[in-house]
């Protein structure tokens, strides 16, 4: 790579400066044009160095007008010599130097960047302009191929060169949808508690970052810092169960899905799950992650204690009888109050669930909605855009007297899946045909078998075609739409394998979580809040796909959790809107990324202040537009207790280790301000 840049720089210097100096000098300013060549001579000095290039190209640029200097200096010498025999150099400076008076020489004017052609140098011209076309062309050729692309990129047929490793030391996290990612040297994994303690400890004395960061699986990258992190992947052991109480002990980094197969055994499980298990407890209890179910709270309430390695005061255990106040708050403590070390959860008895999928529309919906948050454990609803459809997906207790219901699905999977997979088929011709994309121009030998694909898979290779062509995306929701009406019916499983749902691919999505009145008495602002969105998608024509989410939990006594209320009975609503990222093109990803946050802004302008809507920790997005930023800081301190939020980290982290440049921004402390 270095040797090719050398020759490359070489040969675009010796093109470009035989260009410039190839007509002979004037008789006067010769001293200048041998200053010239001496730069030439050290650009060639120095052309075996690679890392240079960008130097060269200055030099040549400095080269190029101390020469024009010189020549407009002899052009304007020769005609005007025998006028002006006093002083012709104050004169020359003098009309270089004057920008708004009239010129009132037309023959000065631009001296240094055009000059009077004649016959004898048009081959020196033809030179000159070759050299700029061979500088332009090594330019573009060095910088693409010496850019540092992605992983993501590798598709682009840059293969002539071989790209300097990164560093050893250098790790690159990334979230799992790829929307936001790091590389840094500082990433810790403690395998004890007791390394856990010296990494801290060690930090705080060296001022050094090492932000808590879990699976990676918040979409807004919350805990990601190239500053420093430090991840508890290795301190995954369950330490202790109670049968009898059905609670327990476990280290924060073990994963949901490991921690349900390893109490599973002892007849218990987690009260809910979110949608996927490959999250890390102490981050889903942080960012206030949550299930469904009117009567369920989000996750951080099942927390009974927690053991806390903090930069001031060490390892602290707080719990409802220890310290009560600094417990509620670090439940959704966002990771900046301590690192989450251990966790006591309060469990359930492991139980089948019985989960019933139907079709329905918002006229039957409103007629029903008290009556299916009230009588089922689980509920949500998907909405389709730009249809009427509505996915009621509930989930019961199998009853121990009647037993799972009997039921035979009308149609089969295969069946179900059909028409999405002639849309695909047809789709791929019509693109395939036009010039419209890239992406579905490979041939037929790498296509997969789209029988192979599950509903989700062939989803995202649909929308892959044109994912923001908005009749496009319609037949894609109109086939979703199509699929779950074939698919109702019954499904019967235990709780951690009925509860969790398949989200798809890589995407951007943002959640809300409002009040929606009380079990017994439902606000119905639900149900107009998923109607205004609806209207607001169809009214500014945005290619929405499927679904738009709607969960429900009961109200949270953490005071950080978008949830929280002292009201017992009060319940919140949940909605999430998401558009997919089913393309590795560069390109295509910042289009969509640019539609899905005009999305946003209009849910966010038109709705959420009417609802009194505020987004999930780990789906909340910093604007860069400081005027944007001070109206959220706002906004977030009339809702959440951010003054004793602050306070908290002040006492247990002062020198800030374990915040981020997220954190800084979404609650600035008033010595920042």
């Known amino acids: 790579m270095q040797r090719v840049m050398a020759i490359v720089g070489k040969f675009i210097m ?11 000098p004037p008789p006067h300013g010769q001293k200048d044009i ?56 104050s004169n020359l400076l003098k009309a270089l130097s004057s920008t708004t008076s009239p010129n009132p020489n037309p023959s000065l004017a631009r001296p240094f960047s055009s000059l009077s052609p004649s016959p004898s140098s048009s081959g020196a011209e033809f030179r000159k302009y070759l050299g700029y076309v061979a500088l332009l062309l090594g330019c573009g050729v060095a910088t693409y191929f010496s850019f540092p692309f992605s992983d993501s990129a590798k598709h682009k047929k840059a293969q002539l060169f071989r790209y ?54 918040s979409p807004n990258g919350i805990g990601l810092t190239r500053a420093g992190m430090v991840n508890l992947a290795l301190m995954d052991k369950v330490l202790e169960v109670d049968e009898e109480k059905k609670r327990v002990r476990v280290q924060a980094g073990i994963r949901v899905q490991q921690l349900v197969d390893a109490i599973k055994d002892h007849g218990i499980t987690l009260q809910n799950f979110a949608s996927i298990r490959e999250q890390q407890i102490g981050g889903i209890v942080q960012v206030g992650a949550h299930g469904t179910g009117a009567r369920l709270p989000p996750i951080d309430e099942q927390v009974i204690s927690m053991r806390l390695v903090t930069p001031a ?51 039957e919906i409103k007629k029903n909605h008290k ?69 579905a121009e490979s041939s037929e030998d790498s296509e997969p078998d789209i029988n192979e694909l599950s509903f989700t898979e062939l989803r995202d290779k649909l929308l892959a075609l044109d994912p ?16 779950w009406r074939k698919s109702e019916g019954y499904r019967v499983g235990w709780s951690d394998e009925i509860l969790g749902f398949d989200c798809g691919g890589q995407q951007w999505v943002s959640e809300t979580c409002f009040p929606a009145g009380t079990l017994a008495k439902p606000s119905m602002k639900d149900l107009e809040y998923i109607e205004d969105l609806k209207k607001l998608i169809e009214k500014e024509e945005i290619p929405a796909p499927a679904p738009i989410e709607q969960r429900w939990t009961a109200c949270s006594k953490s005071p950080m959790s978008p949830a929280s209320s002292s009201a ?75 003054d004793e939020y602050n306070k908290a980290r002040k006492e247990l982290d002062p020198n800030g280790i374990l915040s981020n440049n997220m954190l800084e921004k979404l609650f600035p402390s008033p010595d920042t301000i």
């Open 313 to 363: 005061k060490r390892t602290i255990e707080v719990s409802k009888e220890k310290d009560p106040e600094l417990f509620y708050l670090a439940r959704c403590g966002l990771g900046g109050l301590g690192v989450v070390a251990e966790v006591t959860l309060q469990c359930v008895e492991r139980q089948q669930l019985v989960e019933h999928t139907v079709i329905s529309d918002m006229k």
């Open 34 to 89: 041998q200053k010239a060549d001496e730069i030439q001579n050290d650009c060639r000095k120095d052309e075996e160095t690679p890392s240079r290039v960008a130097r060269l190209v200055l030099t040549m640029s400095r080269a190029l007008s101390l020469k024009r200097s010189v020549r407009a200096f002899h052009h304007y010498h020769h005609h005007h010599h025998h006028h002006h025999h006093a002083n012709p150099h």
């Open 371 to 439: 009556k299916l948050l009230s009588e089922n454990k689980h509920v949500k609803y998907l909405y389709i855009p730009y249809t009427d459809s509505v996915v009621v997906v509930t989930c019961n207790p199998v009853s121990k007297w009647k037993g799972p219901p009997k039921f035979k699905p009308k149609y089969s999977h295969d069946e179900a899946i059909q028409h999405a997979r002639d849309l695909y088929q047809e789709s791929l011709k019509k693109y395939r045909c036009g010039p419209e994309l890239t992406t």
């Open 14 to 24: 010796g093109t470009y400066l035989s260009s410039v100096f190839s007509s002979p």
């Open 164 to 217: 300097a490793p990164l560093p050893e030391d250098l790790h690159t996290v990334s979230n799992w949808s790829g929307t936001h990612e790091v590389q840094t040297r500082v990433f810790h994994q403690p395998e004890s508690l007791e390394e856990l303690e010296q990494v801290v400890k060690d930090a705080n004395e060296k001022k050094q970052k090492i932000r808590p960061v879990g699976s990676g699986l």
């Open 468 to 483: 923001l062509n908005r009749d496009h995306v319609i037949q894609v929701n109109q086939a979703e739409a199509e699929f």
């Open 568 to 642: 017992e009975d009060d319940i919140f609503s949940w909605v999430g809107i998401i558009m997919y990222l089913p393309t590795m093109d560069a390109r295509q990803r910042k289009e969509i990324t640019e539609e899905f946050f005009r999305y946003r802004r209009l849910s966010q302008t038109q709705l959420w202040d009417k609802y009194s809507a505020y987004e999930h920790w780990a789906k909340i997005e910093v604007p860069k537009d400081k005027d944007e930023l001070v109206a959220l800081q706002a906004r977030l301190k009339r809702r959440f207790p951010v």
